[in-house]
């Protein structure tokens, strides 16, 4: 695909990057060259140095021969200006980053299809949807939904307690018949490589395991790993930020209890107007006397949303200390996300990543409705739709010439999960969710196409 980024910021040079490895045809625009002269070094992309609403510099980057171009710079204005004239230049595709999350609530009334832009994302808005499903999902330290919950993507940290701990997986499988879910992936302790889990693969204790499960299944994880169920109420927000805002403005929707903490006072009085449900309170909450005497130890959940990682990291490991159920920090270095688990915070989230991963469920052949990648794991979680034509309509997945670096996780048919095991024909309309590692990708859409 020969794909043009606006904006070589954070999203736009991790996305490039990202795009790249996949020997796509890259063009990089910014009005700033030393934002460009990372990427023209250390990727193998097209750098373009102008205004990415100017004419003459979307036609240097032919425009007209793009089958996408994504707005990813700080300028909403410049990234919707920029959709609407390259899809009237010829472009295929457009996808607009912004921070007025009233287009997204309003998306179909204002119809930015019919002007020029196909798709809006929201960092922002994604990141504050991630926290709420954490907490949702409390026990576990990711999560993901499909089709509004009929199937659940969970990761969870094995304890040696699991029963299923030291055996295979077709062992567990026959040891407990009636459960409702699927290994799709696993990480070693202290190793960087992902296992796709097969029948011989044994599970050890300290893997990050993911499954797929659906909503009746979730109790029955829960009762395996070890973890409890446990309820969240009471929610300390650190960080006053366009995130800690949009996560605060969710929760106190959800009647949560929220306590919001703001060094700056002007922010913080404007965020007590705007947040009338919500304690706003104005300190530095990086001062742990702070955090104590605004009664850390009575929270279900602290969530760090600061502009700083390592401020983020470091109360919520004074969270953890304090035995808080629930644990979320913002980073924007992908290198801690290797951190999180030997640390001892529950999730990292990560912007960049959650953009990127809105953003790649275009970029995919076929039929793509849905896709996540695994924090610190080399491996994709794709929803197809099964169209007439796909080489897997009517096929009996066991029957299916399938990657073994790839696997089903299930299957939503007429609104309900289901657990597809090897005796599952699939048919025209489902929705197949597949985890693949990279190297497999190009085969599994084939099948989908």
């Known amino acids: 695909m020969k794909i043009i980024i606006a904006g070589a910021g954070e999203v736009g040079f991790h996305l490039a990057k990202l795009l790249s490895f996949e020997s796509q045809d890259i063009t990089l625009i910014d009005t700033y060259k030393e934002s460009l002269a990372y ?8 750098v373009l140095k102008g205004d990415a609403t100017s004419i003459a510099v979307l036609k240097d980057a032919q425009v007209e021969k ?26 295929k595709r457009t996808i607009a980053r912004i921070s007025n999350t009233e287009f997204i609530r309003n998306k179909e009334a204002l119809n930015f299809e019919k002007l020029g832009v196909d798709e809006l994302i929201s960092p922002e808005e994604l990141a504050a949807t991630e926290i709420q499903l954490l907490l949702n999902q409390s026990a576990f330290n990711e999560s993901y939904e499909f089709e509004d919950g009929a199937l659940i993507m969970i990761g969870v ?24 879910f699927m290994p799709i992936a696993i990480q070693r302790v202290g190793t960087q490589y992902t ?22 299944g979730l109790d029955d ?28 403005r969710d929760l106190c929707g959800k009647r949560f209890n929220v306590k919001l903490i703001e060094k700056d006072k002007d922010r913080a009085m404007q965020l007590a107007d705007d947040l009338p449900n919500a304690l706003v309170i104005n300190a530095d909450g990086r ?11 009575a929270m279900d959940a602290f969530i760090s949303v600061t502009s700083n990682s390592e401020t983020n990291i470091m109360s919520c490991l004074v969270a953890k200390s304090r035995n808080i159920k629930k644990t979320i920090a913002l980073v924007e270095n992908m290198d801690y996300f290797q951190l999180s688990h030997t640390i001892g915070i529950d999730t990292l989230i990560n912007k960049k990543l959650l953009a990127a991963n809105n953003i790649f469920k275009h970029i995919r052949r076929g039929e793509v409705v849905a896709m996540t990648r695994l924090n610190n794991l080399n491996a994709e979680i794709l929803e197809f739709v099964v169209k007439d034509c796909s080489a897997v309509n009517g096929q009996i997945i066991k ?10 996780g299930g299957v939503v048919r007429d609104g309900d999960g289901i657990i597809a095991l090897g005796d599952f024909k699939i ?23």
């Open 399 to 408: 029957e299916l010439d399938f990657p073994r670096s790839a696997t089903i």
């Open 221 to 248: 994880l829960l009762k395996l790993t070890g973890k409890e169920k446990r309820q969240i109420k009471n929610v300390m927000i650190h960080g006053g930020s366009k995130l800690g805002y949009k996560t605060a």
């Open 157 to 180: 940290c094995l304890p040696k307690s699991a029963p299923f701990v030291g055996k295979m997986v077709k062992e567990a499988a026959r040891i407990f018949p009636e459960l409702n």
């Open 427 to 449: 048919l025209e309309g489902d929705r197949v969710v597949v985890c693949c590692l990279p190297r497999s990708i190009p085969k599994i859409e084939k099948l989908f196409l």
């Open 195 to 216: 296992i796709i889990p097969r029948g011989d693969t044994e599970f050890m204790k300290g893997d990050q395991v993911y499954f797929i499960t659906s909503k009746e």
């Open 39 to 46: 990427a023209d070094s250390h990727l193998d992309i097209r």
């Open 287 to 297: 001062i742990v006397e702070v955090l104590e005497e605004e009664n850390l130890d």
């Open 66 to 91: 793009s089958d996408l171009v994504i707005g990813v710079t700080s300028s909403e204005t410049t990234n919707l200006t920029l959709c609407i004239m390259a899809k009237q230049l010829g472009c």
